[in-house]
């Protein structure tokens, strides 16, 4: 068996390892509204940045006002859930009477759109990794509600134990200041981990 690889092997390999580069380096890049889009929609895009070793949500922080939707780009393998003892057993941190959310159900095509009825402060976390610090928040209208708690304050009562960078991430993303900012870009530098990663 011959080991030489011809020309055309070659080129296919180097094209696949190009491919496969350009897909652990994905940074923000704003997304074009899709054809028939609604560009007044506010999106939030899920990312991952090979070079810091973080996924996550930008902009991390949004302000909208009550009944607009909002749309999550890039949600196929990285979603978006509403903090809701409902889902994986976590602390409230959305509105009491407010639905919550799952891309999972309902989105398609990583798209994923939500209106917000309800005012008040919503947190959000990417189930596969949440624990690296991938969560967001959205306030709507003004902040309140049970978000506004100190985070990992449900678990006394037994919920899913808040992972240290998702904590550090709320404590960042004061509601205060994202309703005066109205966008909050993803603080890279707060959770980047160092190469090689721990």
Known sequence: M?????RRK??????SSVATVGAFAQEAVPPQVPEGGDADVPRI????SFNGGIYYFDPAGLYVEVGQTVEWVGVSFRSAKAYHPSHDNHELRIPENAEPFDSRVGGSGGIFRYTFQQEGTYDY???SHEYLGMVGRIVVGKPGGPGE?????GNRQGRQ????DAARLFEY???????REKVVPY???LVRKPFPWR
């Open 125 to 127: 976390y990417s189930p």
């Open 45 to 48: 895009m899920s990312l991952f």
């Open 149 to 153: 708690n100190q985070p990992g304050y």
């Open 173 to 179: 993303l004061n509601a205060e200041k994202i309703v």
């Open 10 to 15: 070659f080129m296919f390999l180097a094209g």
């Open 187 to 189: 603080p890279k530098d």
């Open 2 to 6: 011959s080991s030489k690889i011809d």
């Open 161 to 164: 134990v808040m992972y240290r």
